[in-house]
């Protein structure tokens, strides 16, 4: 309850700091308000021109948020590391809210003993992705592949508000795209080619691109143009 009470005057004093600068903004009369940087910040959520992304593991937490955030009229776009988000998985698809989580990290403290699988290293998110569908299928909750890769994807831009650019193959988007040896979901499947913007930057059947032991190198001319 403390907490919740100083968020709620964080966003009571960012409520009046935006309305003085708004005012002042529509004909400049007078001296500006004095500025904080910190309150500009949340008049920016306020207006809507940031994205809010909400670090919590309990599911009565992320409630609370959801709560708050009703009460001063913005939008929550994520939660962080949410280990019970499962148990109010219905309320945060009502909200729009998704999840940044973890595959297999989630016990790692008292309050987070009650946890799920869902998304820790970002070196090999497409095992991640893998683990949590066996995960799910272990237990009853069958994910398709194409399901699954929008946790890659569309959702992460999606999150950070850059679904318009990235995150699907799609006319206009940028050209980011990954093709596998094989299935992306296999721990044998490994990046064949990746182009940034359209352009080829890694081809692995390329024998410029791959990687030299110790013992080539000094004697193994590397053929680069």
């Known amino acids: 309850m403390g907490n919740v009470a ?25 001296d500006p308000p004095t500025r904080d940087l910190g309150l500009e910040t949340l008049a920016e959520v306020l207006r809507g021109n940031m994205l809010v992304h909400n670090h919590c593991y309990r599911a009565d937490e992320m409630a609370q948020m959801i709560d708050i955030a009703h009460e001063f009229g913005y939008k929550i776009r994520s939660f962080h590391h ?15 809210i998704s999840g940044s989580l973890w595959a297999d990290w989630g016990s790692f403290k008292m309050e987070a003993v009650d946890a799920v699988k869902a998304n820790p290293g970002s070196q090999r998110l497409n095992q991640e992705a893998a683990k949590a569908m066996e995960a799910g299928a272990e237990i009853g909750m069958p994910v398709s592949e194409e399901q699954a890769i929008k946790w890659l994807t569309i959702n992460p831009a999606w ?21 596998w040896t094989g299935d992306p979901f296999s721990v044998y499947s490994k990046p064949e080619k990746v182009w940034v913007d359209g352009a080829l930057l890694y081809d692995r059947l390329d024998p410029s691109e791959q990687w030299r032991t110790d013992f080539e ?9």
Not at 20 to 28: E, L, V
Not at 82 to 96: C, R
Not at 160 to 177: H, M, P
């Open 82 to 96: 949410g280990v019970e988000a499962y148990k109010i998985a219905d309320l945060l698809a009502k909200e729009g």
């Open 217 to 225: 190198l000094g004697f193994v001319p590397l053929n680069r143009n």
């Open 159 to 179: 999150a950070l508000g850059l679904d318009d650019r990235i995150g699907s193959l799609e006319t206009g988007k940028n050209a980011d795209v990954v093709l």
């Open 6 to 30: 100083g968020y709620r005057a964080a966003w009571i004093r960012a409520q009046d700091y935006r309305r003085k600068w708004d005012k002042w903004n529509a004909d400049h009369k007078g």
